[in-house]
């Protein structure tokens, strides 16, 4: 099995939609309200395109995941609620974002394969640390994000939305 990662291009985000869209059904399906407002949007992945921060697991010729790697401080981690940010609170980092695989490679632990080299990526553009978040009721992801080796760090808000909480995660480099 050949295993990669590449950034994804205009012609991706068909796949890339598909692929989100079996994220939120996912979720649905255990009664997790992340993805079930319309987000992220076809605007929101060609956003991630257009910045080249979109990153796509290939799993033998067939793109099996994506995500968005973002280099820019997150807004929504600018304040973080019982807890702090592990080190230098002004340090740079990379942020993983919007990440789902394909549910036809669900099973495979090819999540820990993706985190990995999207760790790789992060030190390579010389990034020290890396944050997450995911809804406090998805126990699937918070099992892959702890198993890629962060740490849990406190809560976060989207969009400074009181009924959007987040559990935030960080790993050091």
Known sequence: MTNYV???TDADLPAMMAIIEQGR???AADQIPQWQDGYPLDRDIQADINAQRAWLLIVNGDIAGTAALL???????QKI???SWAGDADATYTSIHRIAIASGYHGQHLADFYFSNLMTLSYAAGFRQIRVDTHALNQRMQHIITKAGFNYRGIVYMANDATDQRNAYQVML
């Open 25 to 27: 059904q996912a979720l």
């Open 81 to 83: 609620y019982q807890g």
């Open 6 to 8: 590449r950034q994804a």
């Open 71 to 77: 280099t820019t401080p997150d807004p929504n981690y």
